[in-house]
């Protein structure tokens, strides 16, 4: 199919999510009721890696540059080395201690200030999902602040002749061809690609490559929108939730104790 | 002296690490039934940089170095160490066409290697020993603007997977008489004999070689006529040894996660087996020994990187942590008990694993015999 679609930039959102190997080690902050990260390596949110290579694929057939984009503390940069080892042509990290604790709201109000900060784009590429929060739904509130159409559940991407993509979208049941012009925020499912191995020359390259690091300062975000206080998600309470079975020891006689196991059977309503 | 590995370093690992887990583990149950290295591979090894680790950049690899090219067979190790066992080999002639070779040479053989297009080969045993390298009886004589070949290479490995091999054989009479060739698999003479059926390291092919007249072109010699001893004995010491150090690494780093993790979800008496001390004892042993080898294996790839004289450590390195392989799967089998024994379970066939590169790329006792001359050099009167 003639491709005649010209991507210039094609930016990136990437997240830096706890190694799930070692999630028995990551505790929540009992104050503000958010996860405690520090000192638990990061990996690249693994669906953002299929986000990266459908974008490192599209610039191997146009050309273009592709940009990462995240929102994360400064300790977690190294997933940012990895994406641009991988191929990526430069980095953004949005980091500035108002943007922590920000819900997918709040998170998405920063990276649509990013990606502004950025300047013009083509298509901005998600992953669905993250491993950590599962919320699905920056995507989608990254589109809404950009003005943006948002196609989720991406399994496919074609190219027509005319400006637009075919946007092939996986449904309960199936799934659903769109055609959609450019620019346009697509959420990838990991059925889209494979992602490729770190290439150890991209490793070599990545080491002279940018992570531009931008604060509040940078993007002049409204504070009320970002951080705690920009989140309406509001954690009620916090609780460890065993699932076992329930144990209870009958006493008495077997007479006694066999009344009381059918008493047992009605009360649940077995029979 | 800083003990840390580089950012870039842990990136190589990790990198390795998830091809070695996601694209070696669907591989290794042909590879023990067949005895067979899945070739398949070899392009995206090549792709990422494995097969070209060492090679420098103007022949198409990426020329990481040594250390880097121990994690890449560490790591490999750990999954399976057939795949370090047959790469290190392949960097062998790797690394002793860009020390020896010609720039024609380096320019016609060091890209197709470095990209994974065929593998490397550097048969040096002959069916007389391994060890008495001196005494080969394979030769090479002038004769116009060929050498011609004639005997026998034998336990060399990927013999049938290279398209061409780093043969050394012998030109005139002793230590000086020994010259290095590349030999290519459809010259005139030369053949492929048999597959070895080794019990351990299986999916490394180990075959024969035979050169019937075998003609070979006078622009094959590699280095000078009559330095095919050092040919043969730079390229085993540095790269051979430190390569099969890191093969041998690998199983060790295998035998203590798979022995750590059994320990930890064995339950005999109510609670998991690591709490009993003599497992802890076990365990004691194994992390030792693998925190050790880790020093010695990357102590030795650094000199060499440095380009400093490491014989001795390489030596070293060698023969502590191929014995301290089988030592630790031998102890990771016991913490399995009857398990261990098993074919579903991994330790078992890290301990066939680690028996093979014990005699392998240069016999332990070889590495004594450089080592005692080393612990008795300051005392030679």
């Known amino acids: 199919m003639e491709i005649c679609v010209v991507v210039k930039r094609i930016i990136v959102c990437t997240k830096p999510v706890p190694d799930p190997k070692l999630w028995d080690k990551v505790s929540v902050d009992p104050v503000t009721r958010t996860l405690k990260r520090q000192g638990i390596p990061s990996i690249i949110n693994p669906l953002d890696k299929h986000a990266l290579e459908a974008a490192l694929s599209i610039q191997e057939a146009q050309g273009g540059e592709v940009v990462l984009l995240s929102m994360a503390p400064t300790f977690t940069t190294s997933t940012l080395r990895e994406g641009l080892a991988m191929g990526a042509d430069r980095a953004v990290l949005l980091s500035d201690p108002l943007f922590a604790g920000s819900d997918t709201l709040a998170t998405a109000h920063i990276l649509a200030a990013g990606c502004r900060w950025i300047g013009q784009f083509d298509l901005i590429l998600c992953g669905n999902f993250t491993i950590d929060g599962s919320t699905a739904q920056v995507g989608s509130q990254l589109a809404e602040f950009l003005d943006l159409p948002n196609v989720m559940h991406v399994i496919d991407l074609d190219w027509q002749a005319t400006h637009t993509m075919i946007i092939t979208q996986k449904i309960e049941h199936g799934y659903t061809k769109l055609r959609a012009s450019l620019p346009v925020v697509l959420s990838i499912r990991k059925e889209l690609n494979r992602p490729r191995y770190i290439p150890f020359a991209g490793i070599i390259a990545a080491e002279s490559k940018e992570i531009e690091v931008l604060t509040n300062d940078d993007l002049r975000i409204d504070p009320t929108l970002i951080g705690l206080e920009g989140s309406p998600t509001k954690m009620a309470g916090l609780e460890i939730r065993r699932f076992e079975r329930a144990r209870e020891r009958l006493e008495g006689s077997v007479d006694e104790i066999v009344q009381k196991l059918v008493d047992k059977i009605y009360q649940y309503g077995v029979i | 002296m800083d003990f840390r590995f580089s950012e870039r370093e ?97 320019k016609r053989f060091l890209p197709p290697l470095a990209k994974g297009e065929t593998m490397g080969c550097v048969p040096v045993t002959d069916p007389t020993g391994g060890s008495d390298v001196i005494g080969m009886k394979t030769s090479a004589e002038l004769k116009g603007d060929k050498y011609v070949l004639n005997g026998r290479k034998c336990f060399a490995t990927n013999t049938h997977t290279s398209d061409f091999w780093v043969v050394i054989a012998r030109t005139a009479e002793g230590a000086k008489g020994l010259s290095a060739f590349i030999v290519e698999k459809d010259a005139p003479g030369a053949k492929v004999g048999r597959k070895e059926n080794k019990f351990g390291l299986r999916g490394a092919n180990t075959g024969e070689l035979a050169f019937d007249s075998c003609e070979v072109p006078k622009e094959n010699l590699l280095g000078q006529e009559g330095g095919g001893l050092a040919v043969a004995i730079k390229t085993i010491s540095e790269t051979g040894r430190t390569g099969m150090a890191a093969t041998a690494l690998g199983i060790l780093t295998a035998a203590y996660e798979q022995a750590g993790k059994f320990a930890s979800e064995r339950v005999l008496y109510g609670k998991p087996i690591s709490a009993l001390q003599a497992i802890q004892f076990y365990m004691a042993e194994i992390y030792s020994q693998l925190e050790i080898c880790r020093l010695l294996c990357y102590r030795a790839s650094w000199m060499k990187d440095q380009n400093m004289r490491c014989d001795n450590e390489t030596a070293l390195a060698k023969y502590y942590t191929c014995e301290a392989a089988v030592n630790a799967a031998k102890r990771a089998i016991e913490i399995h008990g009857s398990y261990g024994i098993m074919r579903e379970y991994t330790v078992q066939r890290l301990l066939r694993d680690a028996m093979v590169t014990v005699p392998a790329g240069g016999t332990a006792e070889i590495a004594k015999v450089v080592l005692g001359r080393a612990a008795l050099s300051p005392f030679k009167k």
């Open chain 2, 10 to 106: 842990e990136m190589l690992r990790k990198s390795v690490r998830e091809f070695a887990e996601n694209e070696v583990t669907p591989k290794m149950e042909a590879m023990e039934e067949t005895g067979e290295f899945p070739t398949e591979l070899l392009e995206p090894m090549g792709k990422l940089g494995i097969t070209g680790v060492i090679t420098p950049t103007e022949y198409d690899g990426v020329g990481l170095g040594y250390v880097a090219r121990t994690i890449v067979l560490e790591e490999l190790g750990r999954v399976c160490a057939a795949m370090p066992m047959a790469l290190q080999v392949h960097h062998m002639a790797c690394a002793a066409i860009n020390d020896f070779g010609t720039d024609a040479q380096k």
